[in-house]
Each structure stands twice: as structure tokens, then as C-alpha cells.
């Protein structure tokens, strides 16, 4: 009864560790888009990647990049970043970027994959479950990646900036689309 007691225990140890961790990855995501989303919105659509921001369809790094370098402008002004941080600034945030494509490509496969798995005539429970563990691997993989390069860029930017683009954020989070 008590080795019961100790797995049930131990199984919610992991979920706790999960949801934190989602909502960890959510907040950080949440940063990441909202930095400057008035201005990506030029670009048409969220960010400038139209219908489904950028998890929708396929992308070739020379979009990716384009994309980058508006945003990067735009947020350079709303921020007023100095030279120095923008030479360190672009590096950060393309790197990241060219990072966190492959992830995106396995994420796109698996959901393709369960969809798969959960229309056949059985399901197939172990292998929904090995779609779950390895989905939480390329989660915590772009977490870490994110989160890295946001430490990085706020490194580059004052107090100041960092409060302005925060103020940003939160007023974008409320629906507050002018700052």
C-alpha cells in the first residue's frame, strides 16, 4: 500500500513539474511575441506571419530573417536601443530564431502523428504516450532556448528598456494596442 502511495506520490511530482514548467514556457512565449507587437503587426498578421503566427506553415530562413530584421527595427524604436545593443541585440534574437526551427518542424510532426494515432480504428495507447513524452522533451528543449536568449537580450538592455518593453508586453496582454 505505501509503495502506491510513493508512486502516486512521485507521478505528481512530474505533473507539478509539467504545469510549471507550461506555464513557465507560456509566460516566456507570451514575452517573446508580445515585445513590439504593435509594430509586427505591420507586416500583416501576428508578427507578420499571416493566419496562425509562427507555428502556421512552412517557413525558409530568408523569411524568418526578413521578418527578424522589421521586428528587430521596430522594437529598436520603441526602445530607443543604442548602436552598441542592436549589434548585440540581432545576433541574439536570429540565433534563437535559426535554434528554434527544427523544434517547430518536429512539433508540426507530431501533431500530424496524432492525429494519426487517434483516428485509426485502435488506439494505441503506449504509442500517444511516447508522442506525449517526446512532445514535452521539444517543449522543455524551446524553453530553455527562450529563455537563454531572452537572459541574453536582457543583458544588452537597461533596467529602463527592459521596464519599457514589459510595459509593452502587459498593455498588448490587456488588449491595449497603442502605447
Known amino acids: 500500500m505505501s509503495n502506491t502511495t510513493q508512486i502516486s506520490g512521485s507521478e505528481q511530482k512530474p505533473r507539478r513539474r509539467f504545469f510549471r514548467r507550461a506555464a513557465i ?6 514575452i517573446a511575441a508580445g515585445i513590439g507587437i504593435k509594430a509586427f503587426a505591420q507586416g500583416g498578421g501576428f508578427g507578420g506571419w499571416r493566419c ?3 507555428m502556421a506553415g ?8 526578413e521578418h527578424l ?8 524604436v520603441e526602445i530607443e536601443a543604442t548602436d552598441e545593443q542592436k549589434q548585440r541585440l540581432a545576433p541574439i534574437v536570429k540565433q534563437a530564431a ?3 526551427l527544427p523544434l517547430r518542424e518536429k512539433m508540426h510532426g507530431a501533431r500530424r502523428k496524432a492525429l494519426e494515432l487517434l483516428t485509426q480504428d485502435s488506439i494505441d495507447r503506449a504509442a500517444i504516450e511516447t508522442l506525449r513524452a517526446e512532445q ?4 522543455e528543449q524551446a524553453s530553455t532556448r527562450i529563455a537563454r536568449a531572452l537572459a541574453d537580450a536582457a543583458e544588452v538592455l537597461t533596467p ?11 498593455r498588448h496582454r490587456r488588449g491595449w494596442h497603442h502605447g
Open 69 to 76: 530584421e522589421r521586428m528587430l527595427k521596430h522594437v529598436y
Open 58 to 65: 512552412p517557413l525558409d530562413p530568408a523569411s524568418v530573417d
Open 160 to 170: 529602463a528598456q527592459r521596464k519599457e518593453l514589459a510595459l509593452r508586453v502587459e
Open 52 to 54: 496562425g503566427g509562427f
Open 136 to 139: 514535452l522533451q521539444l517543449a
Open 25 to 30: 514556457a507560456t509566460l516566456i512565449g507570451g
Open 98 to 100: 535559426k535554434d528554434l
